[in-house]
T-cell receptor
Framework: AQSVTQLDSHVSVSEGTPVLLRCNYS??????LFWYVQHPNKGLQLLLK??????LVKGINGFEAEFKKSETSFHLTKPSAHMSDAAEYFC???????????FGTGTRLQVFP | GAVVSQHPSWVICKSGTSVKIECRSL??????MFWYRQFPKQSLMLMAT?????????EQGVEKDKFLINHASLTLSTLTVTSAHPEDSSFYIC??????????????FGPGTRLTVL
């Protein structure tokens, strides 16, 4: 069975400093991995996805994530946080070709001026 | 493109009543729609998957008679919470995808509906 574990429920950073949101996955198969962002009163938005191509995945808004099979990790990073990045972030796994997305418990990112 | 809306955005109802939540794909045709439930400070849990014109497939533990899902057209799915009780209070989120399109399996999410049952 597939699962994801988001290691931090809350992360606080200052504007302009790097962001690291951690995610570990468990999957019997070659996983597809995603990061979604949820802003208040808006639908979840796909930031980036990994589907067995390049291990370093670049997404929207300057975010990127690196798939590390040896560490079963898919951490999300951004070099410089912006106030608008404050939101809830979800790490998600799905098995290739299946319908189901399995969500982590989310990490709330706060960005201080 | 790929916008999904939900209506209402929030609803308060009395225990024992039924509530209908709509999910619409505004600029694409959704061959499949999904319904999720999100408890406070918790993850999204898939409740059911519906394909246009077919019966919904419910996840284990989800009462199909309580959470009625209809996907009658390629742009609309509805979730009806029947005989709602306070424990049904939650944030309900739908998503939609068009498997025939270039973005295939990608799901596009609605903004969610906050249900409070008194």
């Amino acid at each position: 069975a597939q699962s994801v574990t988001q290691l931090d429920s809350h992360v606080s950073v200052s504007e302009g400093t790097p962001v690291l949101l951690r995610c570990n996955y468990s999957s019997s198969y070659s996983p597809s991995l995603f990061w979604y962002v949820q802003h208040p009163n808006k639908g979840l938005q796909l930031l980036l996805k990994y589907t067995s191509a390049a291990t370093l995945v670049k997404g929207i808004n300057g975010f990127e994530a690196e798939f590390k099979k040896s560490e079963t990790s898919f951490h999300l990073t951004k070099p410089s946080a912006h106030m608008s990045d404050a939101a809830e972030y979800f790490c998600v796994v799905s098995s290739l070709g299946t319908d189901k997305l399995i969500f982590g418990t989310g990490t709330r990112l706060q960005v201080f001026p | 493109g790929a916008v999904v809306s939900q209506h209402p955005s929030w609803v308060i109802c009395k225990s024992g009543t039924s509530v209908k939540i709509e999910c619409r794909s505004l600029d694409f045709q959704a061959t499949t729609m999904f319904w999720y439930r999100q408890f406070p400070k918790q993850s999204l849990m898939l409740m059911a998957t519906s394909n246009e014109g077919s019966k919904a497939t419910y996840e284990q533990g989800v009462e199909k008679d309580k959470f009625l899902i209809n996907h009658a057209s390629l742009t609309l799915s509805t979730l009806t919470v029947t005989s709602a009780h306070p424990e049904d209070s939650s944030f309900y989120i739908c998503s939609a995808r068009d498997i025939r399109g270039a973005r295939g399996y990608e799901q596009f999410f609605g903004p969610g509906t906050r249900l409070t049952v008194l």
